[in-house]
């Protein structure tokens, strides 16, 4: 390794510098084809520019690429190239020391050479592992006159003896490094530039190098950073903001395809709407559970607006055979996509896309892969599981797949329940007594049955409630059929013991679900009702399941996994015989999606 190095850096110093141009950017050419670096690339250039098209983002990626791979020959051959190299901001150097900041860009061992050559200057650096490419590195920067501390101590004493030591503040964060934003990131950032200069009491000097064509290139040395009467925080915040200028100008110079973000504290999700409040409501649960270990997650909703058959048809097949991370133009979009949702996709940034139900699902796929984000769906897509990084997956929905997280019921997140609950109170005025709940849904296929069964039903709960002296809450649901509601109106609206009567398809309110659960001894609900059994479950709430037609498929299915977790009331609905039953399904759903979540990152 140490005599290949040093031959070719004899060689590279006898050719001809467009031939060493040539070879440099055939380097970073090679170099790109690294996929797994090119992915890194792309996601942390997205993840800074997010309005930026993926066309625009891949010739940022591509030139940071060549730029490296010139580099690497601009660091074998630098005398050749002092001629090329301008130094601005020389008159900020004061004379005492300091501490000059930079980050990983540009060609950062040429700039390092030439201020060694122009400044009285040394580098702080950490040994390479590897002992034969240390030594060539070694005399490399030995032969340029550049001095390199290896400790804080020498760091220290070259500060004192009048020396500027240079310092990166991006890469190779301590465990006890700060969080600090960086192109709206919360980033750890190495602080070991910022401490020493606060505790010698000397200035810092930002420090930017860039390209301007071929070898020619501009290092640039802002004004100084008084420390003194900064903390650490306020100091690398000020620093990270006037690199951020720098690459919003030359993102290229930047080594994007270091993993920069890789420990960074945020994460960004975006959530694909069917406009279907059920399946949002099962995404936004995802979301609140990922919240639980995340405390910085920012999310976006875009809601997709139905095509026609024969543009989903396409775009599914789309789907199918696009790659996890195809990083594409996203040329797809625009076939599935009104311009108005498809300019916001475009202009999205998300580290994980999220989706409930087989309508948005084929879209999910997409959009992850044109993002690079890892992609989540919740219920049986039409896409084959495979395609997606984590699939949640009722039990109901009968798929045995290794890849997909089996949960019980509807995903549902309980949230503001306290909120709610007062709100409810205060807004139907509902005094201090014992009550009861009923959550009517509609019939799914045996109207009369149903309308029977129903009628049969409220009847016995009037009884049960007078009896007991307890007071109903009742509510329809978004659903809920025309007829079922008059019945629900005709048999309770005039009842002594109602307390509330809600018709959503009239009024509803956010508060009436969960205020009406949580202030229920006991919670009856119709048994077609998947997602409001679930979510009564999740309020800990005892939940009686009224079955009031025959259930097939996965209604059938859904109601015998929960066996043991709810109460069933046939006909002819003895409610005096009910034994309530509290379930743990939520405390288990989150369980296996948190262990799920953990895999995911």
Known sequence: MYYLAKLIQKTLEKLPLGLCLLLGELIGFILSLNRKKWEIAFKNIKSVFPHKTNREIKAIAARTYRNFGLGLIES??????????????????????????????????????????????????????????????????????????????????????????????????????????????????????????????????????????????????????????????????KLNKIYEKHLETHPWEY????????????????????????????????????????PIVRSQVIEIKPTGKTTRFISEICAFFAGKHCLGCG????????????????EAYADIVISTGSGVAYLNRIIAGTLGAKSVVILRPNTPLRKFDLSVIPSHDRIDANNAVIIKGALSYPE????????????FKLDSSKKISFFAGGYLSDKKTYFENLQLFLRELKKFSSKNNFKLLISASRRTQKEIEELIEKELRSFKNSEAIVIPSRENHDFVFEGFVNLSEMVFVSSESISMISEVLALKKPCVCVLLEQYVDKHKVFLQSLEKDVFFSDKPYNIDGIKPITSSIFENNKTVIKEAIRKLF
């Open 416 to 427: 503001g329940v306290d909120e709610k609950t007062k709100n409810c109170r205060n807004f």
């Open 255 to 294: 080594l994007w395809f270091y993993k920069r973000f890789k420990r960074k504290k945020d994460i960004d999700i975006l959530i694909l709407s069917d406009g279907k409040a059920g399946h949002l409501k099962q995404s936004q649960a995802f979301l609140s559970i990922l919240k639980e270990d995340h």
């Open 76 to 237: 074998l051959i630098a005398t050749k190239l002092y001629r090329h190299v301008e130094l601005r901001g020389k008159e900020n150097i004061e004379s005492d020391g300091g501490v000059l900041v930079a980050i990983h860009e540009g060609s950062w061992e040429l700039y390092n050479f030439f201020i060694a050559k122009e400044l009285k200057y040394k580098m702080f650096a950490k040994e390479q592992k590897q002992k034969n490419f240390d030594k060539f590195l070694s005399e490399l920067r030995e032969k340029y006159s550049l001095g390199v501390c290896f400790t804080l101590k020498k760091a220290i004493k070259a500060i004192y003896d009048g020396f500027l030591v240079g310092m990166v503040i991006d890469h190779g964060a301590e465990d006890n490094a700060l969080i600090v934003d960086f192109f709206s990131h919360s980033v750890p950032t190495p602080k070991g530039a910022v401490y020493l200069a606060k505790k010698l009491n000397k200035k810092i000097y930002p420090c930017f190098g860039y390209r301007k064509k071929g070898f020619s290139h501009v290092i640039e040395i802002g004004k100084p950073i008084d420390p003194v009467n900064l903390d650490e925080y306020a100091i690398l915040s």
């Open 331 to 346: 040329s797809c979009l625009a076939q599935a996509l009104d311009k108005g949702t498809l300019k916001k996709v475009k």
